[in-house]
């Protein structure tokens, strides 16, 4: 059967490249759902996702999303990891990517169609948008209702805006090459000796002053959040990581963040991802402290201004 479309006249130029017979198409989209890694090339602007579940056999609770507006003026990028609650009652009836997914799609489109709102009120309104999902039916008040951690970036021709939101990151680097980590580190602050217990840290340290922040049901939370603006000339890439790519640095000290972000220049997030997989099936001890768990959900996003 023949296939039929709009003349190529009317097709926006960065569309037209990925799908003219005659033009280049640099790589596959990103799949929806599951593992993620595609590479879209438009103009002067590379982006790549890579996504995976610590346990194949377990949800993915991470959450990526890059938008590159059809204008062609600016984008964004939204970073989720969602916190995986301890066995028993968490007062929701609805998983942790259940929360990530709709506070994700939530961010991503008001990213995009909020532009004159700042990231904190953005985060505001989709929190208390998703929250107001499952109201009726959840307990929003218990300290383990679905919540994650935040990276939000949002660019125009000439500003680069970044929130981060507990222990994921964005990675800066310059157009001299240096590279500046923007992180929320209230929780790596706190003396691993105080976190004795899940108890304990929900009743002292979640979302408490003294303690550290996540996204879960109160919109007031995004005030908490480490946020800035940044002159887009001056910004070459952006790189958001959750703490389960992170750990190829923070964990395995295998190089620091400068060296990271050429490893996924050079050869992609989903190499930095099997490197970190690489690691913790070799039973690195690595340089860390706080172990945590065996195999986490590894998320990157990376973005070539």
Not at 79 to 88: F, H, Q, R, S
Not at 178 to 194: H, M, N, Q, S, Y
Not at 252 to 259: A, L, N, Q, T
Request: glycine content about 10%; proline content about 7%; charged content about 25%.
């Amino acid at each position: 059967m023949p296939r039929h479309g709009p003349p190529e006249d009317i097709i926006p130029p960065q569309i037209r490249l990925l799908t003219s017979p005659s033009g280049p198409i640099p790589q596959l989209l990103p799949a929806i759902g599951g593992d993620c890694e595609g590479v879209v090339q438009t103009g002067r602007m590379r982006t790549e996702l890579a996504c995976e579940p610590g346990d194949r056999d377990r949800p993915n609770e991470d959450y990526a999303s890059v938008a590159l507006p059809a204008s062609g003026q600016g984008g964004s990028l939204v970073v989720l990891d969602g916190v995986t609650p301890p066995a028993g009652d968490d007062g929701c009836l609805h998983s942790v990517p259940w929360f990530t997914a709709r506070l994700g799609g939530a961010l991503g489109e008001m990213c995009v169609s909020l532009r004159d709102l700042t990231l904190p009120e953005i985060l505001s309104r989709a929190i208390a948008r998703t929250a107001g999902t499952h109201a009726g039916t959840c307990d929003l008040s218990h300290p383990r209702t679905p919540q994650a951690t935040v990276v939000l970036a949002r660019w125009d021709p000439a500003h680069v805006e970044y929130l981060v939101l507990s222990d994921s990151a964005l990675l800066v680097e310059s157009a001299s090459g240096e590279v500046t980590a923007l992180l929320d580190d209230r929780l790596a602050l706190l003396p691993g000796t105080a976190l004795t217990s899940h108890t304990v840290i929900d009743a002292t340290f979640r979302n408490k002053e003294g303690g550290f922040f996540t996204a879960a049901a109160d919109p007031a939370v995004a005030e908490r959040a480490v946020t800035g603006r940044l002159d887009r000339d001056g910004v070459r890439t952006l790189t958001a990581l959750t703490d389960g790519a992170m750990r190829w640095t923070e964990r395995f000290g295998e190089g620091d963040w400068r060296e990271l972000v050429a490893l996924v220049r050079k050869e992609g997030g989903q190499a930095l991802v099997d490197r970190v997989r690489a690691l913790e099936l070799a039973g690195s001890e690595g340089t860390s402290a706080r172990r945590g768990k065996t195999h986490d959900d590894a998320t990157v996003v990376y973005v070539e201004l």
